[in-house]
């Protein structure tokens, strides 16, 4: 089995270019991520096309200086791993034909990585050895799942959701309630200052469907909420209501996640995605998983959020595996879960 002693991981599937360079599949030499969140914090959200700039501004710099911090030669690099979608395409195209390019000078392999798969594989990095089966819940800004992981590369899709994903919908409820973009970490911290009892909010029952999640309907809620409280002159209390939509949502995610490690017999759980840096969440699910006597597994909040050592780091399981791409494999923007 060839060694892959010196991986390059290689992120830009959104608003952040990131580089990273792991030795024998985990440990982290050089881990570097520059977001572009002050460019798009004017418009609220990310504007693709400024981000495909930006990426490509970025890019060979980043992977020059984590190969310096590495301490490791471009030539010495063994192989490149690369997220190939979901995300924005002009932004995944640059993080592709550079992983494409340096692959082919140095004639090494490649592989192209789901971004989703690359979420899980944040828990490989920092944690203890991770035995199969778990259950995961991968939950970020363009996801919410969740999955039966039987094995490296193998997994099963039980649910996802209907609609909103549920850091899209932390990040449209911050932006209605005026904090900003983006919406999530900066909703955490002004939710522990209210009460999470303080204003009762719906929960989307899927009755036909257990491991579907649908967050639109809350989100209407609060927006519905602002504004009959708004056109009555009444002012909302900010932290009451973030600590209320905070407490449903990460309710019904761990409730849902408990229940599907019950019903398929498995005894260990695994976040994974941004909304899994969400304090509350962390907190909600340690506590359940201590009831139920399950093993919890949580990426730090540094490798919840986008970076490229995730990205290597199933990249590295991906060419053990004898995967390699060739010079034809396109960006994917829409791959799914069920793809992994
Ligand atoms: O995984 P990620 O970095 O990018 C995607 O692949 O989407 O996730 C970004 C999402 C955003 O919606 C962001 O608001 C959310 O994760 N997020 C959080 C927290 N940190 C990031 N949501 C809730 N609480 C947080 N602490
Ligand atoms: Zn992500």
């Known amino acids: 089995m060839e060694s892959f002693q010196w991986i390059l991981g290689?992120?830009?599937?959104c608003d952040e270019t990131a580089a990273a360079i792991l030795k024998e599949g985990r440990i982290l030499k050089a881990n570097l991520v520059a977001s572009q969140t002050d460019l798009h914090r004017v418009y609220g959200g990310v504007v693709p096309e400024l981000a495909s700039r930006q990426h490509m501004e970025s890019v060979n710099l980043l992977i020059d200086q984590a190969a310096e911090q590495a301490g490791v030669r471009l030539r010495d690099l063994d192989g490149i791993a690369v997220s190939r979608g979901p995300g924005l395409v002009g932004a995944l195209l640059v993080g592709l034909s550079t992983a494409k390019a340096l692959a082919y000078s140095l004639a090494i392999p490649y592989v192209g990585v789901n971004h989703?798969?690359?979420h899980i594989y944040a828990n490989w990095l920092t944690g203890p050895d991770i035995s199969f089966p778990l259950i995961g819940l991968i939950v970020s800004g363009g996801h919410t799942a969740l999955m039966l992981l039987e094995g490296h590369g193998s997994y099963r899709l039980l649910g996802q959701t209907r609609d909103d994903a549920a850091g899209e919908a932390y990040d449209k409820v911050a932006r209605t309630l005026g904090l900003g973009y983006p919406g999530g970490p900066v909703l955490d911290r002004l939710a522990r200052e209210g009460n999470p009892e303080a204003i009762s909010l719906p929960v989307a029952r899927l009755r036909d469907d257990p491991w579907s999640f649908s967050f639109s309907g809350l989100k209407t809620a609060v927006l519905n909420l602002m504004h009959r409280l708004a056109e009555q002159g009444i002012a909302i209390d900010k932290a009451d209501l973030a600590a209320s939509f905070q407490e449903n949502v990460c309710a019904t995610l761990?409730?849902?996640t408990i229940a599907a490690a019950a019903a398929y017999g498995v005894?260990?759980?695994l976040l994974a995605g941004g909304v899994a840096a969400n304090s509350r969440l962390r907190q909600m699910m340690a506590a359940a998983?201590?009831?139920a006597g399950f093993t919890l597994y949580l990426p730090e909040p540094a490798y919840c959020t986008d970076n490229a050592a995730m990205i290597a780091c199933a990249g590295y399981y991906r060419l053990r595996a004898g995967f390699r791409d060739g010079?034809?494999?396109n960006a994917a923007p829409a791959l799914g879960m069920d793809s992994v």
Do not use: F, N, P, R
């Not at 290689?10 to 599937?13: F, G, W």
């Open 267 to 269: 005894d260990q759980v």
């Open 289 to 291: 998983c201590d009831a």
């Open 327 to 329: 010079w034809d494999l």
């Open 116 to 118: 989703m798969e690359g």
């Open 254 to 256: 761990t409730e849902k």
């Open 10 to 13: 290689i992120e830009s599937s």
